[in-house]
């Protein structure tokens, strides 16, 4: 199976190119979304992942494979936060200058965390679009190579690693739901896990609020929809009207794709902190939001799902697990199986 330019094959050089440089994760049983899943789940922790998110695999797998002259002129990026941070750290190890573009939108943990590893911050208009644009007139005037947050081989095979990782892990694995904003992530998984277990449903998770890929898709091309705010801040930015390849990549390999509320989210977020002592940033949480909202469908056999971060600024996380005390503590009465 092979999405044009990507193959399995890539994902294993990934996965070879980049172990000394990022971690692999746990997976873990969860009893409780089980028990409302109605089959075993388990969560892929990328929430413990350096720079606290699953980035760092595309970008290390990027940065790593520069050649001389292209580490000399240096990397530069659009980011809506995690995949800034991941190629901010991912350079500074390589010894490698980096610029990363923002938009308004971005959180302040998010640039901090930027700015923190020695990256040139730039923060540019309304929405990752314009934000871009900026970063492609670098590109353009100085030499600089892009690293593209999810349309990029070298970024889709290095994220597709999750996806052997959860192979080994849980060899029966029959659904997996995962994030969706760009698709680099879930059309890496969905690439590995599909060549092994063509029977394994991939299933993607979107925000209602500005989901690029879910109206890209019923578009049957790329369209540009405004950023609004969400939880969800990491799911946001379009696909890029030009996108090469994860737009095929997800209408091939995606089986179907659920949207959640921000209700969902918040929901989801304050379940992952009280009953499994997860912090989880809402763009990580939707996968949980999905089964605790019951939208996932009906699911038979071993669910995995990504928590794909950990990047929210902790006392949101207070304020929402705060707001949703008297729910948790329902949900508390459950026996737990
Ligand atoms: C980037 C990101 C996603 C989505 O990844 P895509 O490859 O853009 O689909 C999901 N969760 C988190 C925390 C992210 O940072």
Not at 159 to 171: K, R, Y
Not at 270 to 292: K, N, P, T
Request: glycine share 10%; net charge neutral.
């Amino acid at each position: 199976m092979s999405a044009g330019p990507v193959t399995l094959g890539d994902i294993y050089a990934a996965r070879a190119r980049i172990a000394g440089a990022v971690r692999r994760t746990p997976l873990i049983p969860s009893p409780w979304l089980a028990q409302f899943a109605g089959v075993p789940v388990h969560l892929k922790l990328e929430s413990l992942q350096d720079t606290g998110s699953f980035k760092v695999r595309g970008a290390a797998n990027k940065i790593l494979g520069l050649t001389e002259g292209q580490r000399t002129r240096g990397v530069v990026t659009v980011s809506t936060g995690n995949h800034g941070r991941a190629v901010a750290h991912m350079a500074r190890r390589a010894g490698v200058k980096a610029t990363v573009c923002v938009s308004n939108l971005v959180p302040e943990n998010k640039r901090a965390a930027i700015r923190a590893t020695g990256a040139e911050l730039v923060v540019q208009g309304r929405s990752q679009d314009e934000a871009a644009e900026v970063a492609f007139e670098l590109v353009e005037t100085k030499g600089m190579t892009m690293v593209n947050p999810f349309d990029d081989p070298f970024v889709i095979a290095g994220q597709g690693t999750i996806g052997l990782e959860i192979l080994e892990d849980l060899p029966d694995v029959s659904n997996l739901l995962v994030p969706v904003s760009g698709g680099g992530l879930i059309g890496g998984i969905a690439l590995a896990v599909k060549t092994a277990r063509p029977q394994c449903r991939v299933i993607g998770v979107s925000m209602e609020n500005g989901a690029a890929m879910y109206q890209s898709l019923k578009a049957g091309r790329p369209v540009q929809i405004p950023d609004v705010d969400s939880l969800a801040d990491s799911l946001q930015g379009g696909i890029f009207l030009d996108n090469a390849y994860t737009f095929r990549l997800v209408r091939e390999l995606m089986d179907d794709l659920i949207l959640v509320s921000e209700d969902d989210i918040a929901a989801a977020m304050a379940y992952a902190f009280d009953r499994e002592h997860l912090v989880v940033e809402g763009g990580g949480a939707v996968g949980i939001a999905a089964i605790l909202a019951d939208k996932a469908g009906r699911l038979a056999g071993p669910t995995a799902m990504v928590l794909t971060g950990t990047n929210v600024a902790s006392p949101r996380v207070v304020e929402i697990v705060n707001a949703h005390r008297d729910w948790l503590d329902g949900l508390a009465q459950l026996k737990r199986p």
